[in-house]
């Protein structure tokens, strides 16, 4: 059972435009949701994350957005620039019980062409 | 400051020999977890250990894996006797105790032929 998924298996957007990738979870419990970032070859980078009591977070080009209600979350990424063009995977996490662990979608794969 | 660092990076096994992963976690984390990614698949939870304790294993196959993080060195996660299905990318993560993010290693890719 999939907890946390992205439906979009891969997104084409032009240079500059802007990027929206999406992410739906359906257990309750979660409440700290992360980006990451990944290159073939290489391990996840962060990103950016929001906490539930929160329903936006900005850092330069990257906002995460928050539905508590429809347990939906989005990356939004703009201006959108070609090395952006990579996997991004949606994590969450529950902080009850002070463990932490990351339960990860399948990602989405980012293309931006020039 | 240095990142989250494993090796080796690639490690070709034959089936029913011994893999060893390690990590060191970022200067000052003391949490660690490890994760496996399959082909096509996003990342799952294996373990998560601080030092010298396993805190939850609940993701880790119950025979032919174990994981450590002893008081000096790294960690460290063993699968004995390696089948094909072991074959994936495993990554290790770290943190402090907070912020919450976990910060990434650049995996072992783990190949059993």
């Known amino acids: 059972d999939q907890q946390v998924k992205q439906n979009s298996p891969s997104l084409s957007v032009q240079e500059g435009r802007i990027s929206i990738l999406n992410c739906d979870y359906t257990n309750s419990m979660f409440d700290y949701f992360l980006w990451y970032k990944k290159y073939p070859a290489e391990g996840p980078t962060f990103l950016i994350s929001?906490?539930?009591?929160?329903d936006k977070n900005e850092d330069g080009r990257f906002t995460v957005f928050l539905n508590k209600s429809a347990k939906h979350l989005s990356l939004h990424i703009v201006p959108s620039q070609p090395g952006d063009s990579a996997v991004y995977f949606c994590?969450?996490?529950?902080?009850?019980?002070?463990?932490?662990?990351?339960?990860f979608g399948k990602g989405t794969l980012l293309t931006v062409n020039p | 400051n240095a990142g989250v660092m494993q090796n080796p990076r690639h490690l070709v096994r034959r089936r029913g020999q011994e893999a060893r992963l390690r990590c060191s976690p970022m200067k000052g984390h003391s949490h660690v977890y490890w994760y496996r990614q399959l082909p096509e698949e996003g990342l799952k939870f294996m373990v998560y250990l601080q030092k010298e304790n396993i805190i939850d294993e609940s993701g880790m196959p119950k025979e032919r894996f174990s994981a450590e993080f002893p008081k000096e060195g790294p960690s460290i996660l063993r699968i004995q006797q390696v089948v094909r299905g072991d074959s994936a990318a495993y990554f290790c993560?770290?943190?402090?105790?907070?912020?919450?993010?976990?910060?990434f290693g650049p995996g072992t890719r783990l190949t059993v032929t």
């Open positions: 929001i906490s539930s009591i929160k």
């Open positions: 993560a770290s943190r402090q105790g907070v912020p919450y993010e976990q910060y």
């Open positions: 994590a969450a996490s529950s902080r009850g019980g002070s463990n932490y662990k990351l339960t």
